[in-house]
């Protein structure tokens, strides 16, 4: 068993076996220990208003059963612990779960309506995303068809030159190597360039501005790790997702915006448009580690 730990936000409904279902593919290929956690609302959520003791206590044994029945859809193969936790939102609670149990990464559902396959974003994720200090994992809708025994078949690392490559690059590789799986790094540089310059100029710049981004990052990787790198191309963010060739079992490490800060996620807009279009799971990396 590694040092990983996984905690995973579990709701009784289809978001909810999707992020357990990722959860625990995952877990099982990097032989982690996956902590499932269950939100409810904060007995102290409204003091001015007297809690309903019949109903809490239901609530409670409701969410205990649903617990229990996740349960049996985890492999044999993972070590695994349920959770009831009380917090004034979701995110805050699973944020806090991370931080009880040392979670390396925190997974969550996308949002109802979305296309199979793809992630939307939905309320606690969004507030994840804009909060979190541990890496968050959005499960694309229909994450739960895909058999725990498929592991993770690469981890592709979107390297750019914003502030946090470090800390993008060091999750990745550590992932890599707890699931066994490639890895790829690459380079969304020459994607969405301003309108009006020269087209041939302009591919030009940006070509070897990739290639010397791609370079560094190679170069930063440790003895013994070994990774592919591809440089992506189109029109916009979009087009370039849609070309690239992805593994159905792939892990996609996107970094923080610019403006997050430091130990903080903050979804930029190229990850968003990625997060559209990816028929992976992507998972956002603060800019700097709550170690570092």
């Known amino acids: 068993m590694t040092d990983v730990t996984i905690v995973v936000g579990y709701t009784a409904n289809e978001a909810g076996a999707d992020a357990l279902a990722l959860a625990n593919r995952?877990?099982?290929?990097?032989?982690?220990?996956?902590?499932?956690?269950m939100i409810l609302?904060?007995?102290a959520r409204n003091a001015l208003v007297p809690a309903d003791a019949g109903y809490e206590r239901y609530l409670r044994e409701q969410s205990r059963e649903w617990l229990a029945e996740a349960s049996k859809h985890l492999g044999a193969d993972v070590a695994?612990?349920?959770?009831?936790?009380?917090?004034?939102?979701?995110?805050?609670?699973?944020?806090?779960?991370?931080?009880?149990?040392?979670?390396?990464?925190?997974v969550v559902g996308a949002a109802g309506g979305g296309l199979l396959g793809r992630s939307r974003i939905g309320s606690v994720a969004n507030e994840l995303l804009h909060s979190s200090d541990v890496p968050v994992v959005i499960a694309?809708?229909?994450?739960?068809?895909?058999?725990?025994?498929?592991?993770?078949?690469?981890?592709?690392?979107?390297?750019?030159?914003?502030?946090?490559?470090?800390?993008?690059?060091e999750s990745a590789?550590?992932?890599?190597?707890?699931?066994?799986?490639?890895l790829r790094l690459l380079s969304l540089v020459p994607i969405d360039l301003p309108h009006g310059l020269d087209p041939e100029l302009v591919a030009l710049t940006s070509t070897v501005h990739a290639e010397e981004v791609l370079d560094e990052a190679r170069q930063a990787l440790p003895d013994g790790v070994e990774a592919?790198?591809?440089?992506?191309?189109?029109?916009?963010?979009?087009?370039?997702?849609?070309?690239?060739?992805w593994h159905s079992g792939e892990l996609v490490l996107v970094g923080s915006s610019r403006l997050a800060a430091?130990?903080?996620?903050?979804?930029?807009?190229t990850a968003a448009k990625m997060l559209r279009e990816l028929p992976v799971p992507m998972i956002v990396v603060p800019r700097t580690t709550r170690s570092s």
Do not use: M, N, W
């Open 140 to 169: 694309p809708a229909g994450s739960r068809e895909v058999p725990a025994s498929q592991g993770v078949t690469r981890v592709t690392a979107c390297v750019g030159t914003r502030p946090g490559a470090d800390a993008l690059l």
């Open 26 to 37: 995952v877990a099982s290929a990097a032989e982690a220990l996956l902590e499932v956690v």
């Open 262 to 269: 430091p130990r903080h996620l903050f979804l930029g807009s």
């Open 228 to 245: 592919t790198v591809e440089t992506a191309t189109g029109a916009s963010i979009e087009d370039a997702v849609r070309a690239l060739d």
């Open 173 to 182: 590789i550590v992932l890599a190597r707890a699931t066994k799986a490639p």
């Open 41 to 43: 609302p904060s007995e």
């Open 80 to 106: 695994s612990k349920l959770h009831l936790r009380y917090a004034e939102s979701y995110a805050e609670g699973l944020v806090a779960a991370a931080h009880e149990f040392g979670a390396s990464l925190i």
